[in-house]
């Protein structure tokens, strides 16, 4: 890899990597880093909302697509070994992850500290590839770019979605999930690079067999996918990335990391898409 | 702010509204003036706990029944039924008989876009706009799901691009309010706070693409989406946002024309605002060929 970045370097090509939020779709985003490995290409800045965040720093700590694909896999194989390892490290019991005030809602920091790898324990400054988060302040309504600092609670930030992990607060700032306010973010790393990458991995509304009226719950789900599309569909109007790709995974629900081997296969004709279109791209500017 | 427009004379060449704001275009479009439009509102919204009342009998379901069993229904509400109580009996009911050419923003769940609906059944079309996912069941017209127009256009001027000289956009989608000295704001507000979030975040995107002519971001953050009750708080915190409407009007008016109304709406006293707070910005106006 370090060949490969030097080698990158050395033709001058930056190249911006965006990896948008969407829970377990975004287990997707896995197959697209490996692009960048199998390409010998080294992304010079890699921005992350949500999961794209997780999966976006678990690559800038050093950590490679095939590893990335390893761990994820054996992690969430099978709901057994899940549990098993998930109670292992609850040190405090499932008591620390619930709070008296906001019963029912996970405290990501905490959640996030006993599942994430070693190596994403550090400052953003440690990382290997200069990384970006995005969060949303809840009362300002505004976008927040989280590029300093412990990486894991900017990350749980990142990845606050409401009803299911607690805000965090940050400087001051009540922070949640990215999503609310840059669902894809490649407009930050935009005049960063040469080549922007983004990947997009919004769900969409699953239709009920027979044409019945989606469930209390799915039309929630489904309307605040649709204020993402929206969201994006309005950014892509202002500006757009050099390759935006879409991985076939709408139709996976938020919380499918069991199904994540389904996911991963499902992302695979987007990889080969990727890895054609970006082959491409730096053969042009190269 | 549409009191604006019958203080001034100044009849709307067209209008586009979602949600509450199709409710509302529906009424003036109909050639109600706004102040009965007003009155009407503060009638029917101070019977609410009637309402409430006549709505789940009309359900002849039990209150608890639907209560306990909510994650398992469809939604609450029939927004045809709802509508039928807001709105003043002399709304049109087509889109054919209305005074002043109207376009209602929903949203195509499964296509996940927004339609525009100009024709056939009015009131359809204004339940399809507000129907608010998880409170409302979303309406069905020609083969299409359609639920709240604020999914995908929470502010529709840009629908209006090229149907008129002069577009003023009215934005009432708010920020929500720091509750107290609390950092964390309770599970149940995130969730309804965090689509009022991206609303606002659409309509800061697609201003940065094409502007109106006039924006108003009426200063009602203090109020939830629910809040119907607090017409009356409500009215008042918009009073200084109109007078800035009317200024604003005024001022573009002098430079461009409009058709005028026939002197039947008597200009009426108002209120001047409390305070002054900026709550207008004049944006650059749009390109146009």
Sequence with gaps: MLDAGAKSQKCGQRIAVA??????????????????????????????????????????????????????????????????????????GFSALWSARTPGVVDPVTLFEMLLPEAMRCDFAALKIPFLAIAADFYAIE?????????????????????????????????????????????????????????????????????????????????????FHSLTRAKLKAAAPHILIRPGVGAFGAMDYFK?????????????DLKRKLSQALARIG | MLEVFDELGLKPKVIAGTSIGAVFGAAYASGLSATLIRAHAEEALSQRLDIARQLLSARSEPVLKFLNFLPLRSALLKPEAVLEFMLPSAVAR?????????????????????????????????????????????????????????????????????????????????????????????????????????????????????????????????????????????????????????????????????????SQSVPQAVAPPSRAVPLLRRLPPVNRD
């Design chain 1, 19 to 92: 990896l948008g939020g969407g829970s377990a779709r975004g287990l997707a985003h896995v197959p697209m880093l490996e692009v960048f490995d199998e390409l010998g290409v080294r992304p010079s800045v890699i921005a992350g909302t949500s999961m794209g965040a997780i999966c976006g720093a678990a690559y800038a700590a050093g950590l490679t697509g095939a590893e990335m694909r390893e761990q994820l896999t054996a992690l969430f194989a099978n709901r057994a070994y899940f549990f098993k390892r998930f109670a292992g490290k609850l040190r405090g």
């Design chain 1, 143 to 227: 976008q927040v770019v989280l590029d300093e600092g412990p990486l894991i609670p900017a990350l749980a930030a990142s990845s606050a979605l409401p009803s299911l992990a607690r805000p965090v607060v940050l400087g001051g700032r009540t922070l949640i999930d990215g999503g609310f306010v840059n669902p894809v973010p490649y407009d930050v790393v935009l005049d960063r690079a040469d080549i922007t990458v983004a990947v997009d991995v919004t769900g969409t509304p699953r239709r009920r067999p027979g044409g019945r009226l989606p469930r209390t719950l799915e039309a929630v789900t489904g309307s605040t996918q649709i204020l």
């Design chain 1, 260 to 272: 994540v081997e389904a996911i991963l296969a499902a992302a695979q004709p987007a990889k080969e």
């Design chain 2, 94 to 262: 087509d889109f054919a008989e209305l005074k002043i050419p109207l376009k209602i923003i929903a949203t195509d769940y499964y296509g996940q876009e927004q339609a525009i609906l100009s024709e056939g059944s009015l009131r359809t079309a204004v339940a399809a706009s507000m129907a608010l996912p998880a409170l409302f069941t979303p309406v069905t017209i020609s083969g299409r799901m359609l639920m709240d127009g604020g999914l995908t256009n929470p502010l529709p001027f840009d629908i209006l691009r090229g149907d008129a000289d002069i577009t003023v956009a009215v934005d009432v989608s708010g920020a929500p309010v720091m509750p107290g000295k609390r950092p964390h704001p309770s599970a149940f507000a995130v969730l309804m706070a965090s689509s009022q979030i991206m609303q606002r975040t659409i309509v800061r995107q697609k201003l940065m693409v094409a502007q109106p002519d006039i924006y108003i971001d009426v200063e009602v953050d203090a109020y939830n989406v629910l809040d119907f009750h607090r017409f009356k708080d409500i009215m008042a915190a918009a009073a200084p946002a109109k007078e800035q409407l009317r200024r604003q009007l005024e001022r573009v008016l002098t430079t461009e024309t409009l058709d005028a109304l026939p």
